[in-house]
């Protein structure tokens, strides 16, 4: 409960500074696998979910810890599973508030699983990243 009302206010301290600082620039618009475009503010989102801030870790720090703890024998498999995990996330993610599938409260959940999974039971998690994978593929259909 605790890292559940942590990571919300992280979330929520993240994209209220991200509001606020001056935007990046990145200019024009990226292009992502399967010829899906980002626009040059969802790249700027996507690229935060990717890297984080001050204030909230993101997808590649949060896979490093992940990978630490998991079994050996897993990281290869676990590491291109999350990789693609946070791409299809982090895309959907990125989108204006009014017409994404994922939001912050998802994030927070699906980041408890994983923790929770890696922390209880390591040599479930790539069954939890599957898991996880296929709530977003029917969330994105």
């Known amino acids: 409960m605790l890292f559940e009302n942590i990571f919300r ?4 301290l993240q994209c209220i500074l991200l509001l606020i600082l001056p935007s990046l620039a990145l200019g024009g618009q990226m292009q ?14 996507f690229e935060t979910f990717q890297k984080g801030t001050f204030y909230a870790r ?3 720090d949060i896979t490093a810890e992940l990978l630490a ?23 959907e993610w990125s989108k204006n508030n009014a017409v994404r599938k994922i939001d912050n409260e998802m994030l927070q959940q699906w980041g408890c699983q994983l923790q929770q999974a890696v922390e209880q039971e390591p040599t479930k998690i790539v069954q939890v990243v599957a898991s996880l994978n296929q709530n977003v593929l029917t969330l994105l259909d």
């Open 32 to 45: 992502i696998e399967n010829s899906q475009q980002l626009s040059a503010r969802e790249q700027k989102w």
């Open 9 to 12: 206010g992280v979330l929520v």
């Open 58 to 60: 993101g997808w590649r």
């Open 69 to 91: 703890k998991a079994p050996s024998d897993m990281k290869d498999d676990l590491k291109k599973r999350l990789d693609d995990l946070g791409r299809k996330i982090g895309r």
